[in-house]
């Protein structure tokens, strides 16, 4: 039923959402979930560098 989704689907569904949200709550919740993404990012990058740390720790010992 759904096995592809070309450009005019698309503009279909975008106009539909723009219509829905609006464009002002749109970019909020855009900008929302870019920040979220950031946050996430972020969140693995702190994990791996003190998977780092604990490896360098433990070398030294």
Known sequence: MFTKLGVPELLI???IV???F???RLGKIAGELGTG???FR???NEIK???EQNEDE???E
């Open 13 to 15: 569904i975008l106009v």
């Open 18 to 20: 723009v219509l829905l």
């Open 22 to 24: 609006g464009p002002g």
């Open 37 to 39: 993404i950031r946050n």
């Open 42 to 44: 972020d969140g693995l």
């Open 49 to 51: 560098e003190d998977d």
């Open 58 to 60: 433990e070398k030294k």
